[in-house]
């Protein structure tokens, strides 16, 4: 899959424009005072270094896929409202996703078999960041992987995505791979939710899924500490109340409550 260019244009034109000064300076030495010189190699060894970390930066944060074998036939099943739909034309996600800004709701887009290194995307309000969510379910040869990103209010951009999906040719170029803290920050919130309010949504249990991809301590503690306050709030006959994937309203209470985490949450 393609990997954005415009980054790698960048330190590439970076790097080169400090080399050839750097060379130019070098040649032109003897017709420049010593200090000069010294400081006009060092600012462009300081540029070709620059270069070096925009590199290694983006590296970081867009993801090489492997290469979509377009030979094999790839089924892609839209999940929405409790239904799965098989996606057999692009446009039909138009008025699907159109909804869900609307409803700020959830989907989720299975790619089977993995398409390169894709094998789903998923998108959801988050009500405790206020905000949309993309998900990208990355399976590379070592390990699964979350990449993701915030999305605007926009559904063509959500429908671009997807539909580079559907075209054989995933382009995710302003996705990245989610930071640990990031993960962990939003287990917490989802955390003081339950145990402030007493109140849990469907984008509190996703998030504490995605807990599934990452092998820190920190992300496990905090997983943990999510179950255990779900027990404790329960423990003494507190009724805790959820939303689940359609927002109709569930009561989660002590009779229930082991039930609910091996559902949801193991």
Known sequence: MKKARGFDIFSFSLFMTGLVFCVALILAGQNLPGVGRVLGIAVCIGVMYAAIRVWQWDVQTTHCY????KTLDYTLTLRYKGKATVVTDPNELKSILKEYYAEKGHYELIVDPPMGDVIGVKGFYNEREESFEKNIHIRTPEKAELWYGFGDE????????????????PDFAHVIQKPVNTQVVHMQRARRGLTEGGILYYADILTLQNAAFYMEDAVGQERKAFTDALRKAVAGGREVIYYDENKNRQSITRENAEEFIEDNLL
């Open 66 to 69: 492997r290469k979509v074998d």
């Open 154 to 169: 926009r559904y063509h951009n959500v429908f671009s995505t997807l539909k580079s999906v559907f075209k054989r040719n």
